[in-house]
């Protein structure tokens, strides 16, 4: 079963450039005006605003226009990362362990593949006092649930949107299929933030470099 969310979300700052068409069908609810009256006079934040926007694209009283190629994937006002046209935004997971997000995109052509090419990004509190006790913590759950079949291939410091951070590269090796996957990870203001691209170890070099282009996208709102 596939899953979907919505197709992109409209920012305040405009981080989405984008032409809306309302429809007629059916009066835009108070509350919405409401909301975007107190975020004019600074009584609720950008967050609040853009999820009310949200909810409108959500609801089908927006219609994002514009050439469709390239939109903005937003989480709450917290950050954003670039959605080329020909990948989908999927439903949001969220992780009760570090009260985090996932937010992922996955490439079209590669939707019915049994290992199809996903873009991720996550962010969520550390599960130590640092980024590097979070990565023990990690790499220890790993090695405790997949053992061998997680295989380690590169792990280097890096700058990840203009913060210190990490560069990992990785297989999966589940039966016969083999995931391969790279992530940029970095701390900021004790928050832990992932950047990653998956998908079969066949097909994970032609999607490569657009990730890398990607994730040259994410900033910090």
Request: aromatic share 12%; hydrophobic share 40%.
């Amino acid at each position: 079963m596939r899953w979907y969310a919505v197709a992109a979300a409209v920012a305040a700052a405009g981080l989405l450039t984008a032409t809306a068409a309302f429809s007629e069908q059916e009066a835009i609810p108070d509350w919405i005006k409401n909301v975007a009256g107190w975020w004019a006079e600074g009584l609720v934040s950008d967050a609040e605003y853009v999820n009310s926007l949200q909810w409108l694209v959500d609801a089908g009283y927006i219609n994002l226009g514009g050439d469709g190629d390239t939109q903005r994937l937003v989480r709450d006002g917290k950050y954003s990362i670039e959605q080329p046209g020909d990948w989908e935004r999927q439903a949001p997971i969220w992780d009760e362990a570090t009260g985090g997000i996932r937010d992922s995109i996955i490439k079209l052509e590669t939707i019915d593949d049994r290992i199809p090419a996903i873009i991720s990004v996550s962010s969520g509190g550390m599960l130590g006092a640092n980024i590097t006790e979070h990565r023990e913590v990690g790499l220890a759950l790993l090695d405790e649930y997949l053992g061998d079949a997680f295989h380690h291939t590169l792990f280097a410091e890096t700058d990840v949107a203009g913060n210190p951070g990490y560069v990992d590269e990785y297989t999966v090796t589940i039966f016969d299929w083999v995931i391969q996957g790279k992530s940029y990870s970095f701390e900021y203001e004790g928050h832990i933030y992932e950047i990653k691209y998956e998908s079969a170890e066949g097909t994970f070099p032609d999607h490569l470099p657009e990730f890398e282009r990607i994730a040259q996208t994410f900033r910090l709102e």
